[in-house]
């Protein structure tokens, strides 16, 4: 059995120690130019410092994207940048433009480099070509299914990776390649500036009716026309390390550190729990489903990977996210004293019941006793995004483990 990796994605310094903790083997992130995700918070050269160092005193790899398909105006800063991450050391580099590929060999000759999915990765000629040119890894093509990659597999040199999707958002859009956000907003989804288009409701306005709008739709379902569900494989961790991928990939560097965790956190097990014991793997397919619905979510498909999908795979009615559990604060330190610090992130109250998950899987119910502020003042609640905040909680809790609490208006106590 192929060694798997467990690729869990970072959108901040936070996040970045949450995946991590959690169990992540390597993790990717976006500096501040370059990638394909300009909305996130991203990292300054001195963050990618820290949280390399942070990954490697852990034993885990930072890959940094810089998969933008890049204009003439690019290339300059493009090489600028590179010869910038000389001196900061990821563990390689994620590229879907040849022009920026050629930088990076002649400026980072010995760094790693992984071909994006943007790239359209969809035979094993494809592959080969890249190992020629110096790609020690390929990311596979949402539009692939398990049976070509397993052929892709079979035709590619042993040493070479392939890297494949296994969880988060799908793009309607062939590999992600779309022109709809630019086309709408002048915002452009292959610079990294993407507006989600596809989320959004549609109507038909006919020409000489102007201001009337018309429902598109073939029958009462919606118009969400191109609102793909999420990737989903928790199930099917079986048949995706039969396929031959050396890394499973989490999408999601927009995320917050709930979804970071709950997902790193899922998969490790289930990954870990299948190489042990198969047996153990197939018993505990209940507590993964049940805990990978406790981030942010949208309903859940198998994407292309066991044939194209069908219009089941598209959510009609809203583009609105599943949340089951809110996010409120990952234990920064516990003082002498017992108190727990966070950054408090949604509203909770004293004598409330949260959860307490932890790395190790376990996640401890707690009540709130008390809450206070840094200064030692008292409060019944928190309802202040960002405020730092001393927590008495019944149960013990350590720094790194993560504070949630069921949504109420989304999933009612059993």
Known sequence: MRKTELLIPAGSLDTLKTAVIYGADAVYLGGEAFGLRAKAKNFTNDEIREGISF??????????????????????????????????????????????????????????????????????????????????????????????????????????EIESFIHGAMCISYSGRCLLSNFFTGRDANQGACTHPCRWNYAVVEETRPGEYMPVYENERGTFLFNSKDLCMIEHIPEMLDAGIDSFKIEGRMKNALYVATVARTYRKAIDDYQNDPKLYFSNLEWYREEIGKCTTREFTTGFYFGKPGEDAQIYKNSTYIKNYIYLGTVENVGEDGLVQIEQKNKFSVGETIEIMKPDGRNLLARVEGIFTEDGTSQESAPHPKQKLRLSLSEPAQKYDILRIRDRENTPEE
Do not use: C
């Open 55 to 160: 990954a490697h005193n852990r034993g885990v790899k930072v890959y940094i994207t810089a998969n933008i398909f890049a204009h003439n105006r690019d290339l300059p800063g493009v090489e600028e940048y590179f010869r910038e991450l000389r001196t900061i050391g990821p563990d390689a580099l994620i590229i879907s433009d040849p022009g920026v590929f050629a930088i990076a060999r002649r400026v980072l000759p010995d760094m790693e480099i992984h071909i994006s999915t943007q790239a359209n990765n969809t035979n094993y000629g494809t592959y080969l070509f890249w190992h020629e040119l110096g790609a020690k890894r390929v990311v596979s093509a949402r539009e692939l299914s398990l049976e070509e990659i397993k052929e892709i597999r079979a035709h590619i040199p042993e040493e070479m």
